[in-house]
């Protein structure tokens, strides 16, 4: 069953190549699933751009932080940010046309509030916001604006995810604060927290959370909170607030990257969405410092006479010069901010009516300059009523410091002299520990006898302009010499550790740029002579004769029959251990012969126990340049130690020169990993395929590509399977970038992308080359009353209501988590009828859905009044179809049908052409107050149909698809209606309830 497996020391499976299912598993699949499953890790990019690509191909884009799948000939963001349409509610609004006062609906979904604040439409932001929705609070604190949908919804029954772009067009400040919320709120006021007692959103203001975004979610008042570590702007930003299905978590996002998430207090009662912003109530903020400065003065006029009492209108400046120069600053008291003067005498401070920047004061010396407008309006009451004609008084007073700013100069009694600096070289005397994910880029310098320790778990040393020599992550410590990926790169160093003195390589093996630190030979690559080895019959060098580092073996052939041999000192072993072993090998003649390297085994007497087989020498010539020589092999039973013999074998017409280096012996049963190396780069270096020749898993050396089965060079109708680890429990692992498993508790595929597990799969509604009709039935109907003559009432631009015989109701309501509701009924007379369509029926033709020019993907949620009888019979239709009249018998188009006489009363799906009709059994009786999601797709070549019907808690799918009857020739339109074939009089009308209609067609290639 396992052609090939790769297992832990624990024996669990981490890849398994199964050729009788034809299945390539990462761990073992669904087969035996648990709560800690293996990850299949992709390759990532670290610069922005795609690679080359193919149908079916999938990579990790490190710069983009997002899954890349290529498919339609074109790369795609494999998982997209848009709600599944099939499964949520759709709240839209572009705010590109109506007016609205406070308390009005901007449109069908959102209306607007406010206290103390006003409404404004914008039609445009440099063209990439059409509309804009503008709120404003007035400058009186504790005001509030408002604006969000006008329905409730329940977050934890469902996926919700709450997504708007926002723009603060002023940041919250001392002189103005203010608190803008967000997301799922139940409530708007100007109480405390905007009178939020339930809900999940995101919350700015400067004063909390050190002016970044912050989630919240609040039960009952109580709150949780979490950091998103974004600070806001005045720039356009994305907020996006998701609650999982079963509100255990909320997860919040800023501009599609930082998130955060809460798993506590998240409500389980009614909430709306919308965002609001909220004047804080006495315009203050958390400050160390008022920014505010105390003044006091006398008031005299030329002669030195004291003014008389009462309230002046004065202008205080700050200049760092005794005359002339620039203002710093500027505050003007008139108004409710003009000066009391008392016997002459006033005090105040400056600052009350204007913001006081703190780089004023970086300035020394500073002066004070007081201007007063003419004696006949120097005391008068309005704002700019004073005429500034006097000229300032004359000298500047100079400022000096309150005792309680001589500390200002330093912190906590230590110069600045003394601080770390972010824009200058730092030299630290003394030991200093970082708690926290620390980079250093260009130099780290430390003075004599002191420490630096990093207590953290991400470190990068590296150099501005290349990138990382040292790396500390998840993987352990890596040394570099050549610099890594990019400064600010996500893309650590590969997990190595290379030890080395005096530029000298002490210890390691290095193959193809990758160094490995597993190695048993001391001194392998020569760099300290021949330390380390038994015997050497020749004399080390550097280069150029060395391949890496300082040293290497140099064996100078006596004679063209030489035998020569260089061996190690000994290594312990265990029998059955795999060891795997080799080097570089090349001399300066290929006629001197062969040459490679080989094992010794010895017992524990000294005795030679065995030498190893397929060795690293096999007899091949070498060349000119150093060639890797390496094998595989298990030691054999009595062996206890191992030593390497660098070799050569003068077989041939000249004598030698011969140069050895970098040699290695890995226990691979111990910490080495399998290696696979052809020496040549290859388009099929490693495959395994079964019996028959199929390809299950193919390493493209050449191109760098692993492909589960032949990729796109060996597609057929059975391909290869990839079956991801399955979790039987809820919740996610830990995680790593480019990581996937499967949830079996939520039946979800689960990526890592951008430091969050997220749905792998989800559905872009503005469909990319796809015609999508969506209806909430949020919008008003255009209906006066709730029957009418046969006819039609049109819905909105793409919907309308239709009707026959005694008069159609249509009416609109709603139910938690269903805003929008049509219900349309039949009327008390036989055949009467209505049903909802689009507006291409009795059209043009040509305008219709086709099937067999694009893909079809149709749904709509249905909720049955009361069921069909014998006595008061009806049939019902939901799908496309071109006969308005469909309710009561065969159609042409795909829709599903229900009648009590028909199929047992159970959903039935059905295609009709030319009066023929192909059906088939969904297994599921039609039950009334029960809402079922009807869902069908028709391929793009209009050869299969296949549907589905879903309820709260089942799923329901025909055993096979529709192959017959599905026409290719004749428009359709949407269709949804009821008919009545049986039954009189008043009080027989039968009813339904619509919710959420939705097509999805891929137009055909032009």
């Known amino acids: ?30 087969n035996n699933p648990d709560a800690t499953p293996t990850l299949l890790v992709i390759d990532h990019k670290s610069t922005s751009g795609d690679p080359t690509g193919y149908n079916g191909a999938m990579y990790y884009n490190a710069i983009a932080k997002k899954f890349r799948c290529y498919e339609g000939d074109t790369w795609k963001d494999c998982i997209s940010t848009m709600l599944d349409p099939r499964l949520g509610y759709n709240y ?129 008042s109580t709150e949780s909170t979490c950091n998103v570590a ?50 804080a109530t006495g315009g203050t903020t958390v400050q160390t410092v008022p920014y505010k400065m105390n003044f006091q003065g006398r008031l005299t006029d030329a002669s030195g006479n004291i003014k008389p009492d009462g309230l002046y209108n004065m202008k205080i400046r700050l200049f760092n010069v005794a005359s002339g120069g620039t203002s710093l600053g500027e505050e003007v008291r008139d108004s409710g901010y003009r000066v009391e003067v008392k016997n002459g005498l006033f005090s105040i401070q400056i600052g009350d009516n204007s913001v006081l920047s703190p780089a004023v004061f970086t300035n020394y ?100 302009g290349t990138g990382a020599y040292l790396t500390n992550d998840y993987r352990g410590l890596s040394l570099s010499v050549v610099p890594s990926g990019s400064a600010g790169s996500a893309i650590p160093n590969p997990s190595t550790l290379r030890l080395v003195a005096n530029n000298n390589l002490v210890q390691a093996r290095v193959s193809s740029g990758v160094t490995y630190g597993d190695n048993l030979i001391a001194n392998p690559g020569f760099e300290f002579g021949t330390a380390g080895w038994r015997y050497t019959n020749g004399d080390t060098v550097g280069p150029p004769d060395a391949r890496t580092g300082a040293g290497s073996l140099r064996v100078q052939q006596p004679a063209a029959t030489a035998l020569l041999d260089s061996v190690s000192n000994l290594m312990a072993v265990t029998p059955g251990d795999s060891l795997y072993y080799g080097g570089y090998v090349r001399v300066n003649n290929v006629a001197a012969g062969s040459g490679g390297y080989l094992l010794i085994y010895y017992d524990a007497q000294g005795n030679v126990v065995n030498y190893s087989s397929g060795d690293a020498y096999n007899g091949s010539l070498p060349d000119t340049s150093y060639n890797f020589r390496a094998a595989a092999t298990v030691v054999p039973a009595g062996a206890v130690y191992v030593e390497m013999t660098a070799t050569m074998r003068g077989d041939g017409s000249v004598a030698g020169t011969w140069y050895f280096d970098d040699t290695f012996v890995q226990k691979a049963s111990n910490s080495a990993p399998t290696l696979f190396k052809n020496l040549v780069d290859s388009a099929s270096a490693f495959v395994i395929q079964n019996a028959g020749g199929g390809s299950l898993l193919v390493a493209d050396t050449l191109t760098n590509t692993i492909r589960v089965g032949g990729g796109p060079d060996g597609a057929d109708p059975f391909p290869a399977r990839l079956v991801v680890d399955n979790k039987t429990t809820s919740g996610d692992p830990t995680g790593r970038n480019g990581s996937m498993y499967y949830n079996m508790a939520t039946k979800k595929f689960r990526c890592y992308e951008d430091g969050g597990w997220k749905d792998c799969i989800t559905s872009d509604p503005l469909m990319r080359g796809s015609y999508a009709l969506n209806e909430d039935f949020l919008q008003s109907i255009n209906v006066t009353s709730s029957s009418f003559t046969p006819g039609s009432k049109i819905l909105d631009a793409s919907l309308t209501a239709y009707g026959s015989i005694e008069g159609s109701v249509v009416t609109q309501a709603s139910e938690t988590n269903h805003p929008g509701i049509i219900g349309i009924g039949t009327g008390g007379q036989t055949n009467g009828s209505a049903f909802v369509s689009s507006n291409l029926i009795a059209s043009n033709p040509s305008t219709m859905y086709m099937f067999g020019s694009g893909a079809v993907n149709y749904s709509v949620g249905v909720k049955v009044d009361i069921l069909s009888t014998s006595g008061v019979a009806y049939g019902a239709i939901f799908g496309l179809s071109s006969n308005p009249s469909a309710p009561a018998g065969t159609s042409t188009g795909c829709y599903f049908r229900y009648t009590h006489s028909l199929n047992g009363g159970r959903w039935t799906g059905a295609c009709a052409s030319a009066g023929a009709e192909t059906t088939c059994d969904l297994g599921v009786t039609v039950d009334v107050n029960k809402w079922y999601n009807l869902q069908f797709a028709v391929n793009s070549s209009g050869t299969a149909a296949t549907f589905v019907a879903s309820d709260d808690t089942n799923t329901y799918t025909c055993p096979s698809p529709i192959t017959t009857n599905i026409t290719t020739t004749v428009g359709q339109s949407v269709l949804n209606g009821v008919r009545k074939t049986t039954g009189n009089g008043f009080g027989t009308t039968r009813t339904f309830s619509l919710d959420y209609l939705r097509l999805q067609y891929d137009l055909p290639n032009r």
């Open 92 to 220: 839209q609004s572009e705010f590109t046309s109506g007016t609205f006062t406070s308390g009005s609906a901007v449109d069908a979904n959102i209306s607007v509030a406010q206290s103390g604040g006003s409404f404004a439409q914008q039609n445009n932001d440099g063209g990439s916001h059409p509309g804009i929705l503008g709120a404003t609070v007035s400058s009186t604190t504790s005001v509030a604006g408002y604006a969000g949908a006008t329905t409730n919804i329940l977050i934890n029954n469902g996926d919700w995810s709450y997504l708007s772009s926002i723009k603060l067009n002023t940041l919250s400040a001392s002189g103005g604060i203010y608190t803008f919320r967000a997301g799922f709120l139940n409530a708007v006021s100007t109480a405390a927290e905007g009178g939020i007692t339930n809900g999940c959103y995101l919350r700015y203001t400067d004063g909390v959370n050190s002016g970044n975004w912050q989630g919240v979610c609040r039960s009952a």
């Open 230 to 279: 974004v600070a806001a702007t005045t720039s356009w930003t994305t907020l996006n607030v998701t609650v999982s299905g079963n509100g255990t978590a909320a997860t919040f996002t800023v501009n599609d990257t930082s998130q955060c998430t809460i798993t506590s207090n998240i409500p389980t009662v009614a909430t709306s969405i919308g965002a609001m912003i909220q004047k």
């Open 365 to 464: 010396p500073l002066y004070i300059e007081i201007e007063l407008p003419t004696p006949a309006t120097a005391t008068c009451a309005t704002a700019g009523c004073g005429t500034w004609t006097e000229g300032p008084m004359s000298p500047r007073s100079g400022l000096a410091s309150t005792p309680t700013t001589f500390n200002a100069d330093v912190i906590d009694g230590i110069d600045g002299s003394s601080m770390a600096r972010k824009d200058a070289n730092n030299t630290f005397t003394a030991g200093n520990v970082f708690n926290g994910k620390t980079q250093l880029n260009d130099t780290l310098s430390v003075a004599s006898n002191t420490v630096v320790g990093f207590n953290v778990d991400s470190f990068v040393l590296q150099n501005a």
């Open 1 to 30: 069953m396992y052609a090939f497996s790769i297992q832990n020391a624990a024996g669990s499976p981490l890849l398994v190549a199964d050729t009788s299912n034809f299945e390539v598993r990462i761990g073992d699949g669904d």
